[in-house]
T-cell receptor
Framework: DSGVTQTPKHLITATGQRVTLRCSPR?????VYWYQQSLDQGLQFLIQ???????AKGNILERFSAQQFPDLHSELNLSSLELGDSALYFC????????????FGPGTRLTVL | GIQVEQSPPDLILQEGANSTLRCNFS?????LQWFHQNPWGQLINLFY???GTKQNGRLSATTVATERYSLLYISSSQTTDSGVYFC????????????FGTGTSLTVIP
């Protein structure tokens, strides 16, 4: 157990809908990262937050947004969902904002029908 | 972004055999990690190794940052070692961009 928690574990929804994925980092960690793992694109970095502020951006679509709250938990919002958004979404955390070791949560499996 | 290549893409081993997995990356990095993704999808940290050599039981890893590669050694493999092994590299600027390789799928047969 990495100490990073993600909810829900599974999510099934329809095209055009909006969903919110939640992540709680390890105790004391200030950085949260989001990743998408799909069959065709592999594991891709989406976005990093450090202590409530956006720190780095990867291949995140405009339909997706994230935020980190004062208690350091983070949410990833996915809207206008398409079939291709079906994937495993991981959250990771690290203790600072630099090139630190990242620890991954168990993931949320999203299925868009 | 940085290109991360892993080889071999697939590997089948008899239980008890040894193996070496390789990760090449295209530019200087600040951070390198090896992960094992188990059949349930969980990403398990194996090593945080931006440079040098580390060992943890039957596993060891070496990163030669100046030559832009890292190696993961698995000795006396067990069926529980099966899964996908990922190398990921981080480039730190204002934030930490993390790039994953495509993985090595390992199957250990009894």
């Amino acid at each position: 157990d990495s100490g990073v928690t993600q909810t829900p574990k599974h999510l099934i929804t329809a095209t055009g809908q909006r969903v919110t994925l939640r992540c709680s980092p390890r105790s004391g960690d200030l950085s949260v990262y989001w990743y998408q793992q799909s069959l065709d694109q592999g594991l891709q970095f989406l976005i990093q937050y450090y202590n409530g502020e956006e720190r780095a951006k990867g291949n995140i679509l405009e339909r997706f947004s994230a935020q980190q709250f004062p208690d350091l938990h983070s949410e990833l919002n996915l809207s206008s969902l398409e079939l291709g958004d079906s994937a495993l979404y991981f959250c990771a955390s690290s203790d600072r904002g630099g090139p630190d070791e990242q620890f991954f949560g168990p993931g949320t499996r999203l299925t868009v029908l | 972004g940085i290109q991360v290549e892993q080889s071999p893409p697939d590997l089948i081993l008899q239980e008890g055999a040894n193996s070496t997995l390789r990760c090449n990356f295209s530019d200087s990095v600040n951070n390198l990690q090896w992960f094992h993704q188990n059949p349930w999808g969980q990403l398990i940290n194996l090593f945080y190794i931006p440079s040098g050599t580390k060992q943890n039981g039957r596993l060891s890893a070496t990163t030669v940052a100046t030559e832009r590669y890292s190696l993961l050694y698995i000795s006396s493999s067990q069926t529980t070692d099966s899964g996908v092994y990922f190398c990921a590299v981080g480039v730190w600027n204002t934030g930490n961009q993390f790039y994953f390789g495509t993985g090595t799928s390992l199957t250990v047969i009894p």
